[in-house]
């Protein structure tokens, strides 16, 4: 039996580690696995086992040509460490133990960032404002594990994608309860940045800040708990910290763009956001988008859209390894 070559992508995170097979001929994405990080100990063991995977599919060569592994971390040296998993990876490590296969590793959402210029409509839900305003920037955040962050900029016909570290931004209060949580996190953490709210684990940090205010005990105790609890309508608190996380995605949302000038649009990714579009849409997610002073006509018009489309990191990584092949 004949086998192809392939070429191997992966979208790998803080929970989960996202492995993909790409058609060497057609660069088209085949076969995917996710595997969870909490799983195995080490990056060269998730990948193992993806390379194992490959071989039960059958018809594929044992390793591939090249690989493009999108890394949420920054990727400033030949060795990357993610910020919340204890993985490493090791470049010329892996590139060993892939046959000396060319290797790319790219921050994620540099990869989010290249698959988003190849949405359909049918890959997104938009949140108020109008049309995007063609050639100019497009920002681009995700809560997941961390808050993700990128920029789109104008070139040409086309845009290059800027990566960033926006999730570590200060996280800025607007009221009186948002200062108060403020406080409960500063003296907890010592700074307190939007990924501290806006993440997973920020979802957990907002409902045990509120459950202190209100001299509570806090019973919930996963991010998934506090999530599901609010969208079942069975625990006020919950309630509360999802309406939070909404108007706070909102707000560092509506700060991107002003400083951005973000008139080509705002897009929310990550593997959270996209299980409560309803609620996102019912709260005051759009108002703490907007709700700038001076500057709320500024950003009425500019369209805010939650991608729904799977994998995107993976879409990205094809995408980002056919440009490097050019």
């Given at each position: 039996?004949?086998?192809q070559p392939?070429?191997?992508?992966?979208?790998?995170?803080g929970?989960n580690?996202?492995?993909?097979?790409?058609?060497?001929a057609?660069?088209?994405?085949?076969?995917?696995?996710?595997?969870s990080?909490?799983?195995?100990?080490?990056?060269?063991?998730?990948?193992?086992?993806?390379?194992?995977?490959?071989k039960?599919?059958?018809?594929?060569?044992?390793?591939?040509?090249?690989a493009?592994?999108?890394?949420?971390?920054?990727v400033?040296?030949?060795v990357?460490?993610?910020?919340?998993?204890?993985?490493?990876?090791?470049?010329?490590?892996?590139?060993?133990?892939?046959?000396?296969?060319?290797?790319?590793?790219?921050?994620?959402?540099?990869?989010?960032g290249?698959?988003?210029?190849?949405?359909?409509?049918?890959d997104?839900?938009?949140?108020?404002?109008?049309a995007?305003?063609?050639?100019?920037?497009?920002?681009i955040?995700g809560?997941?594990?961390?808050?993700?962050?990128?920029?789109?900029v104008?070139?040409?016909?086309?845009?290059?994608?800027?990566?960033?570290?926006?999730?570590?931004?200060?996280?800025?209060?607007?009221?009186?309860?948002?200062?108060a949580?403020f406080e409960i996190?500063?003296?907890r953490f010592g700074?307190?940045?939007?990924?501290?709210?806006?993440?997973g684990?920020?979802?957990?940090?907002?409902?045990?800040?509120?459950?202190?205010?209100?001299?509570?005990?806090p019973?919930?105790q996963?991010p998934a708990?506090?999530?599901?609890a609010?969208?079942?309508?069975?625990?006020t608190?919950?309630?509360?910290?999802?309406?939070?996380?909404?108007?706070?995605?909102?707000?560092v949302?509506?700060?991107l763009?002003?400083?951005?000038?973000?008139?080509g649009?705002?897009y929310?990714?990550g593997?959270?956001?996209?299980?409560?579009?309803?609620?996102?849409?019912?709260s005051?997610?759009?108002?703490?988008?907007?709700?700038?002073?001076?500057?709320?006509?500024?950003?009425?018009?500019?369209?805010?859209?939650?991608?729904t489309?799977?994998?995107?990191?993976l879409?990205g990584?094809v995408?980002?390894?056919?440009?490097?092949?050019?």
């Amino acid at each position: 039996m004949s086998v192809q070559p392939w070429n191997l992508v992966a979208d790998i995170g803080g929970t989960n580690a996202r492995f993909g097979v790409e058609d060497y001929a057609s660069s088209k994405l085949q076969e995917t696995r996710r595997y969870s990080v909490s799983e195995h100990a080490e990056f060269s063991d998730a990948l193992n086992h993806f390379l194992n995977d490959v071989k039960e599919m059958g018809g594929w060569e044992a390793l591939p040509r090249a690989a493009c592994f999108a890394v949420a971390c920054a990727v400033e040296s030949d060795v990357v460490q993610f910020t919340n998993s204890p993985w490493t990876i090791d470049r010329h490590k892996v590139s060993e133990q892939l046959n000396s296969a060319r290797l790319s590793l790219v921050n994620d959402f540099v990869a989010v960032g290249h698959a988003v210029t190849a949405l359909k409509p049918k890959d997104w839900h938009q949140i108020g404002g109008g049309a995007p305003v063609t050639g100019r920037p497009i920002a681009i955040l995700g809560p997941g594990t961390g808050l993700g962050v990128c920029t789109l900029v104008p070139i040409g016909t086309g845009y290059k994608v800027i990566e960033g570290e926006g999730g570590h931004v200060d996280f800025a209060p607007t009221d009186a309860q948002e200062i108060a949580v403020f406080e409960i996190l500063n003296r907890r953490f010592g700074r307190v940045s939007a990924e501290r709210l806006l993440s997973g684990a920020g979802i957990l940090n907002i409902y045990q800040a509120l459950a202190q205010l209100a001299n509570q005990s806090p019973v919930l105790q996963a991010p998934a708990e506090v999530t599901a609890a609010a969208l079942e309508g069975v625990d006020t608190l919950a309630l509360k910290s999802l309406q939070m996380f909404c108007r706070t995605l909102g707000a560092v949302a509506g700060n991107l763009a002003l400083t951005l000038g973000a008139k080509g649009g705002v897009y929310i990714a990550g593997g959270i956001v996209p299980r409560f579009i309803d609620f996102l849409e019912a709260s005051d997610f759009r108002h703490g988008f907007e709700n700038k002073g001076r500057f709320r006509s500024y950003l009425t018009t500019i369209p805010t859209r939650v991608i729904t489309k799977d994998d995107l990191g993976l879409a990205g990584a094809v995408k980002k390894l056919s440009i490097s092949e050019l």
